[in-house]
T-cell receptor, first 115, second 111 residues
Framework: GAVVSQHPSWVICKSGTSVKIECRSL??????MFWYRQFPKQSLMLMAT?????????EQGVEKDKFLINHASLTLSTLTVTSAHPEDSSFYIC???????????FGDGTRLSIL | GIQVEQSPPDLILQEGANSTLRCNFS?????LQWFHQNPWGQLINLFY???GTKQNGRLSATTVATERYSLLYISSSQTTDSGVYFC?????????????FGQGTILTVHP
């Protein structure tokens, strides 16, 4: 149980394109999901907390107009990288947990390359 | 916010050797997880261990919450154990659910 699915796994697109990444909890409902970013040879950094039915909470230094988060249902959160540029190229990964005192389960991540 | 320090940053082993990875954290936690990140980027959840000791095959972990550290033991290492090992911690209150990751330990196991 507690499977998190992320799609797509790999995206290559031109500069200026907007890219949407989906994160789904397959066998449980998640009122809260988290989005992380990982640059090459670095650790994972939390970008934002996605809250079902309300606005996302962004970490300091993360542009909310650049990274749009929508959590319209209890099983789906989406991250849209708007007008992506080469510096947005990174590995994006989401997580969710079954309950507040349970471990976080991660999707397989999305590798985004902006040309 | 909470600080997480992992050591060593790099570890090179011969197949069959044992190793210990350490994770120090700066504040009380209600979540601590160990992950293995494979070459494709997937985070494999090894242990959810905010306190106590757990074992799973050749791997075991111990968290001493009062002293703010956790240890991951790998016995009889295999080449497939190679990769990056992350410790991630979560605090309570308004930070509930968020994880702060350490910088990782890069493990290389040679045949």
């Amino acid at each position: 149980g507690a499977v998190v699915s992320q799609h797509p796994s790999w995206v290559i697109c031109k500069s200026g394109t907007s890219v949407k990444i989906e994160c789904r909890s397959l066998d449980f409902q998640a009122t809260t999901m988290f989005w992380y970013r990982q640059f090459p040879k670095q650790s994972l950094m939390l970008m934002a907390t996605s809250n079902e039915g309300s606005k996302a909470t962004y970490e300091q230094g993360v542009e909310k107009d650049k990274f749009l988060i929508n959590h319209a249902s209890l099983t789906l959160s989406t991250l849209t990288v708007t007008s992506a540029h080469p510096e947005d190229s990174s590995f994006y990964i989401c997580s969710a947990s079954l309950r507040s005192n349970q471990p976080q389960h991660f999707g397989d991540g999305t590798r985004l390359s902006i040309l | 916010g909470i600080q997480v320090e992992q050591s060593p940053p790099d570890l090179i082993l011969q197949e069959g050797a044992n190793s210990t990875l350490r994770c120090n954290f700066s504040d009380s936690v209600n979540n601590l997880q160990w992950f293995h990140q494979n070459p494709w980027g997937q985070l494999i959840n090894l242990f959810y261990i905010p306190s106590g000791t757990k074992q799973n095959g050749r791997l075991s972990a111990t968290t001493v919450a009062t002293e703010r550290y956790s240890l991951l033991y790998i016995s009889s290492s295999q080449t497939t154990d190679s990769g990056v090992y992350f410790c991630a911690v979560g605090a309570g209150g308004t930070s509930y659910g968020k994880l702060t990751f350490g910088q990782g330990t890069i493990l290389t196991v040679h045949p």
